[in-house]
């Protein structure tokens, strides 16, 4: 068995694409089969190294890995389309000689006007084979106006195609109803996707070709070559596609679509592969949070659903809060702290068991790895600002009675060995439960929500707490009759 994924480097990673990886990923390895990544990149005017080594680098986050590819050869390379052009024009030069591929020289103008006429339409033109039979004269004229021609491939007229679906089921077509004579290389000699595509499977030895349905009309396009040229045919299985919340085709308008922008937000490698891998497929017990090998050895072809899955923003980010909470500390740690560093901290001065004594505490709060922006400040900032909602809190009566109690407990009775303690438990004041609890952790934090104060107060320290009672007791307290 041997499969590939065929990304187009035109751009980031979507996760739609990368989900088809995935399943390519887990069925070979359940099958002990070969992986191939091949650059499909005749596009020559939006292809781009670039996109290409960020797809490859975005795979491999995910830890996919292919066993040929453009940095692995297994033999039957080259794997970047665009280093295999002499490899489809002898095809191409065949077809012209054996009658099944001819020259077209109509212009686009003349095409779109055929779009025009009464019985045609964009959706269901036909090409009317104008260019089927001409003549050595009329080729000649067209080469003399300086017209370039494409190749169209000559499709026979009402022939029945069965494509026995590994999701789908048996899936019939006919040739009358695939647009008629399709163009396998453009005007500029560059070949197209259905004509190379079934050529490089089959030189790659493709056994199985596992993709998105938007490619199943596709299908019958490239049967009609490999048949035209004797080339072995795979088995196809075309999932479904990603939904957005509206049900249409998940895109930008619904959200973050590229995998290199979950991963910078901080997302989890291992939290995105488990929710792409069961999209659209459930496991026999219910399970939710799986190890790549666990879906390996469940997941099945013939599982995948018929139903297009929509895409969870909500539960994805849940998913990922869940692998956060679990992950190895002084592993999450190193995650962590170029976020931490992101917003504004200088990492390298913190100490490390400190740094990972903090992190084990905030790990409950963050779905995300960005999240620990946000919340760092209250055990690195020398001053915490009361957000919104402790400012409003500090302003009350029990606020402001807290605030003075504080100030005066740490001038006197409190130091660097007792403060953690002691202003939880010996605070000067008549106020208990959340009168004194919420107007104090506005104080020492700058917000209502985030760790328990007799976890945070050993981390944050004595001096930075004595700041911030002095703070807000000058902010709030001071002066206030």
Same mark, same amino acid.
């Given at each position: 068995?041997?499969?590939?994924?065929?990304?187009?480097?035109?751009?980031?990673?979507?996760?739609?694409?990368?989900?088809?990886?995935?399943?390519?990923?887990?069925?070979?390895?359940?099958?002990?089969?070969?992986?191939?990544?091949?650059?499909?990149?005749?596009?020559?005017?939006?292809?781009?190294?670039?996109?290409?080594?960020? $797809?490859?680098?975005?795979?491999?986050?995910?830890? +996919?890995?292919?066993?040929?590819?453009?940095?692995?050869?297994?033999?039957?390379?080259?794997?970047?389309? #665009?280093?295999?052009?002499?490899? *489809?024009?002898? *095809?191409?030069?065949?077809?012209?000689?054996?009658?099944?591929?001819?020259?077209?020289?109509?212009?686009?103008?003349?095409?779109?006007?055929?779009?025009?006429?009464?019985?045609?339409?964009?959706?269901?033109?036909?090409?009317?084979?104008?260019?089927?039979?001409?003549?050595?004269?009329?080729?000649?004229?067209?080469?003399?106006?300086?017209?370039?021609?494409?190749?169209?491939?000559?499709?026979?007229?009402? $022939?029945?195609?069965?494509?026995?679906?590994? $999701?789908?089921?048996?899936?019939?077509?006919?040739?009358?109803?695939?647009?008629?004579?399709?163009?396998?290389?453009?005007?500029?000699?560059?070949?197209?996707?259905?004509?190379?595509?079934?050529?490089?499977?089959?030189?790659?030895?493709?056994?199985?070709?596992?993709?998105?349905?938007?490619?199943? #009309?596709?299908?019958?396009?490239? +049967?009609?070559?490999?048949?035209?040229?004797?080339?072995?045919?795979?088995? *196809?299985?075309?999932?479904?596609?990603?939904?957005?919340?509206?049900?249409?085709?998940?895109?930008?308008?619904?959200?973050?679509?590229?995998?290199?922008?979950?991963?910078?937000?901080? *997302?989890?490698?291992?939290?995105?592969?488990?929710?792409?891998?069961?999209?659209?497929?459930?496991?026999?017990?219910?399970?939710?949070?799986?190890?790549?090998?666990?879906?390996?050895?469940?997941?099945?072809?013939?599982?995948?659903?018929?139903?297009?899955?929509?895409?969870?923003?909500?539960?994805?980010?849940?998913?990922?809060?869940?692998?956060?909470?679990?992950?190895?500390?002084?592993?999450?740690?190193?995650?962590? +702290?170029?976020?931490?560093?992101?917003?504004?901290?200088?990492?390298?001065?913190?100490?490390?068991?400190?740094?990972?004594?903090?992190?084990?505490?905030?790990?409950?709060?963050?779905?995300?790895? #960005?999240? +620990?922006?946000?919340?760092?400040?209250?055990?690195?900032?020398? $001053?915490?600002?009361?957000?919104?909602?402790?400012?409003?809190?500090?302003?009350?009566?029990?606020?402001?009675?807290?605030?003075?109690?504080?100030?005066?407990?740490?001038?006197?009775?409190?130091?660097?060995?007792?403060?953690?303690?002691?202003?939880?438990?010996?605070?000067?004041? #008549?106020?208990?439960?959340?009168?004194?609890?919420?107007?104090?952790?506005?104080?020492?934090?700058?917000?209502?929500?985030?760790?328990?104060?007799?976890?945070?107060?050993?981390?944050?320290?004595?001096?930075?707490?004595?700041?911030?009672?002095?703070?807000?007791?000058?902010?709030?307290?001071?002066?206030?009759?």
């Amino acid at each position: 068995m041997r499969v590939r994924f065929a990304p187009s480097p035109t751009g980031f990673l979507h996760v739609g694409n990368a989900r088809t990886a995935i399943i390519n990923y887990l069925i070979a390895k359940k099958n002990n089969a070969i992986m191939i990544l091949r650059i499909e990149d005749t596009d020559r005017e939006r292809s781009s190294t670039e996109s290409e080594q960020s $797809i490859m680098r975005d795979l491999a986050w995910l830890g +996919i890995k292919w066993d040929e590819g453009p940095d692995r050869d297994g033999g039957y390379g080259p794997y970047r389309q #665009s280093e295999r052009l002499d490899i *489809y024009r002898t *095809y191409t030069d065949r077809l012209l000689s054996e009658k099944k591929a001819y020259y077209c020289y109509c212009t686009r103008e003349e095409l779109e006007e055929m779009k025009k006429a009464p019985d045609q339409g964009a959706e269901s033109y036909i090409y009317s084979g104008k260019c089927r039979s001409l003549t050595e004269k009329q080729r000649e004229d067209f080469e003399r106006e300086g017209r370039k021609p494409t190749v169209r491939f000559r499709v026979p007229d009402n $022939i029945s195609l069965t494509v026995q679906d590994g $999701i789908k089921g048996a899936v019939q077509f006919n040739t009358s109803n695939i647009g008629g004579d399709f163009i396998i290389v453009r005007s500029d000699g560059i070949p197209v996707f259905n004509y190379i595509v079934i050529i490089d499977d089959a030189l790659m030895k493709i056994t199985h070709v596992i993709r998105g349905d938007d490619h199943l #009309s596709n299908t019958p396009k490239q +049967i009609l070559v490999a048949r035209s040229l004797g080339l072995p045919e795979p088995e *196809y299985a075309h999932h479904t596609l990603i939904l957005g919340p509206d049900r249409a085709k998940l895109s930008k308008r619904h959200g973050i679509t590229s995998v290199e922008t979950y991963r910078s937000q901080g *997302y989890l490698s291992e939290a995105l592969f488990n929710y792409l891998a069961m999209l659209g497929w459930a496991a026999e017990g219910g399970e939710e949070i799986l190890q790549p090998e666990q879906i390996m050895s469940q997941i099945d072809l013939s599982k995948l659903s018929k139903n297009s899955p929509i895409f969870d923003f909500q539960k994805l980010k849940w998913m990922n809060g869940i692998y956060i909470r679990k992950y190895e500390l002084d592993a999450l740690t190193d995650l962590f +702290i170029p976020h931490i560093a992101r917003a504004g901290y200088a990492v390298e001065t913190v100490d490390r068991r400190h740094l990972e004594n903090i992190v084990s505490i905030l790990r409950k709060y963050c779905d995300l790895l #960005s999240d +620990i922006g946000r919340l760092i400040g209250i055990f690195l900032d020398e $001053i915490c600002t009361p957000d919104e909602e402790a400012d409003s809190i500090l302003k009350t009566d029990e606020g402001i009675q807290v605030a003075r109690a504080a100030y005066q407990f740490i001038q006197s009775e409190i130091n660097e060995t007792n403060f953690f303690s002691s202003l939880i438990t010996r605070m000067p004041t #008549s106020l208990k439960g959340k009168s004194l609890f919420m107007p104090l952790r506005a104080i020492i934090t700058g917000r209502q929500k985030g760790p328990e104060l007799d976890q945070a107060l050993p981390l944050i320290g004595f001096d930075r707490c004595k700041k911030r009672i002095e703070y807000c007791y000058e902010r709030y307290g001071k002066g206030i009759p």
